[in-house]
Structures are given as C-alpha cells and as structure tokens.
C-alpha cells in the first residue's frame, strides 16, 4: 500500500507513474480529494478519462477497486444491500422445526450478518488491511433522482443506516470518485459534499503525450497525424465527437494496421474505431473527410 501523496507535484508523478497524463488542474484538486477525505466529482463528456482516474488510483495506492456501474432503475437492493431471504427462509423453518417459539430471538438471528448481501456500496465501508478502498460511482446521471438522494447520507457521513440491523459507518472513509456525463444535471445538495472538476479534452501536445504513452509501438508521423485529426474532427458538427478513449482505440487499430500515415483510404476504413454514430460516419465523407485530413497533415506540427 502506497501513502497518500503529499503533494500536488507528487500527485502527478502518482498519477503519471501509472500512464495518466494529468493537467496540474486535475491533479490539484485529486490531492485535495485525497488530503481533504472528501469525494471528487468528476463531469465531462464520455472519453475523457473520468473512469480511469479512480482505477489509476486503487493501482498505484495499493488499494482494492470498488465499482458502482449506475443505471436507470439502480436502487438499494443492487447497489447497497439486501437480505438472502433464501437462507432467512431456512432459518426459520428449521428454528420451528427444533421448536424455538422466541419470536423476537428468531427476528434478530435471521437478521444477522451472515444473512446480509453486501452490494458495493457497502463493500466500500468495510475496513481492509490495504487500507480505505477506492469507490467509483460511475455515471451517476444515468441513475434515477431517487437514488442520487439515497446517496447523501454515505457521502456526508460515510455510513449507511440498515433498518433490521443498524447502521454501518467506515472505520476510514474510502477514497470516492463519483463521474457524470451530464446527461442530466446532479443535485446541488450531493455537489456541496464533494470537490468538482470539469474534465475536458486535451490539448493536440497533451493527447499527443498520452497516445505515445498508451500506444507505445506508433511511428511520431503517425502519432501526430492522429491527434491532428481528432483534433480537427472535435470542430466538426458531430453528434459525438472522439473522446482520448477513442483516439487511443484508433491510434491502436492504425498501429494493428501497419499504417505509417493518413490516407483517405485508412482513414474510411477505420472510421469507426473514432466515430460510433452512422449519422457522424455518413458526414465524414468525400470532400469533408479530404478536408479534415489535410488538415491534419499539413499542420506543422505534425
């Protein structure tokens, strides 16, 4: 188990070390998140890299990785508890069987512990000898309101209140990445427990780091073209544009393709490692394909 880094210079060398390429930005706010105990909030289009700065850091503290995947329709049965009322039923039957007529010694032996299906909100409140373990709320704005509010309480005081059996508070608080696309505005009351970083796309030199980091085997012509043309393509009029994830996916596949630089032909061929809408696709063509292209081969830096 690694320590909390102690400052922002060593935050970014953390971060770094494991192949995240943060603006100090980023960074400060991270340290603070991590100095300060309080949950980060991360917004930003899908792609930029939300998701991986949680994983980045349960790798390089040392720390176990709990993951939320939030959804429409999430509630507390899937994301926080439930009851194996299976093993409860069996229980209790075998309880009559033997004779056993205390009703209220019944009730609190099938609410026991071992009766309880820890779902990773509460994981993440158990104590663990790597230390407090890293929570990642994922995409919180795909869940419903109803559920956003459940999670103040874990939030503000990093504990969750069973009502059969008690409430459950961390002996440390788990290190807690909450990310939204903002498909939806969050709440004010959950924003106010946490510090916020909007994280947005990378400048052309930044992208350009992170690709030669992540695609290791690609040629510096190749590298530069690519990040030229997603840079060029996030101008466009797109439904979605291309986020880091999908330029690291697309210098991947050119690398995979042996290709040394960008030519209308590749570039049709492999559209769809950047662009995941067919609308996107269909206006990338001729003429505003050519254009595109050229733009990012003719550009000096690249």
């Given at each position: 188990m690694s320590q909390i880094p102690a400052s922002v210079d060593a935050t970014l060398d953390l971060l770094t070390s494991r192949g995240y390429l943060a603006e100090r930005s980023l960074a400060t706010v991270v340290y603070l998140s991590l100095r300060m105990g309080r949950p980060l909030f991360l917004e930003g289009e899908a792609g930029v890299g939300k998701t991986e700065i949680a994983k980045v850091l349960a790798a390089a503290l040392g720390r176990r990785l709990i993951r939320l995947q939030c959804y429409e329709g999430l509630d507390v049965a899937s994301a926080v508890y439930e009851w194996?009322?299976?093993?409860?039923?069996?229980?209790?039957?075998?309880?009559?069987?033997?004779g056993e007529t205390d009703r209220d010694q019944l009730a609190a032996d099938i609410f026991a512990e071992k009766y309880l299906i820890k779902r990773p909100l509460l994981q993440a409140l158990e104590?663990?000898?790597?230390?407090?373990?890293?929570?990642?709320?994922?995409?919180?704005?795909?869940?419903?309101?109803?559920?956003?509010?459940?999670?103040?309480?874990?939030?503000?005081?990093?504990?969750?209140?069973?009502?059969?059996f008690g409430t459950v508070k961390a002996p440390q608080p788990p290190i807690v990445i909450v990310t939204s696309n903002r498909t939806?505005?969050?709440?004010?009351?959950?924003?106010?427990?946490?510090?916020?970083?909007?994280v947005d796309y990378p400048s052309a030199a930044r992208e350009l780091a992170i690709v030669k980091s992540r695609v290791p085997g690609i040629g510096a012509r190749l590298s530069q073209q690519v990040v030229g043309f997603v840079q060029a393509l996030r101008e466009q009029?797109?439904?979605?544009?291309?986020?880091?994830?999908?330029?690291?996916?697309?210098a991947t596949a050119l690398t995979e393709l042996d290709a040394r630089a960008l030519t209308p032909q590749v570039v049709g061929d492999t559209l769809?490692?950047?662009?995941?809408?067919?609308?996107?696709?269909?206006?990338?063509?001729?003429?505003?394909?050519d254009k595109v292209i050229k733009e990012a081969v003719s550009d000096p830096a690249a």
């Open positions: 194996n009322s299976a093993a409860q039923m069996i229980a209790i039957r075998l309880a009559e069987a033997g104590p663990d000898v790597a230390g407090p373990p890293v929570l990642l709320i994922d995409e919180l704005d795909r869940a419903d309101e109803a559920f956003e509010a459940y999670l103040l309480e874990i939030l503000s005081d990093f504990q969750v209140t069973i009502p059969e939806r505005e969050i709440h004010d009351a959950l924003k106010r427990r946490c510090l916020y970083h909007w009029d797109l439904f979605k544009v291309p986020g880091v994830a999908e330029t690291i996916d697309w769809g490692a950047l662009l995941k809408y067919q609308d996107d696709i269909a206006r990338m063509q001729g003429p505003a394909l």
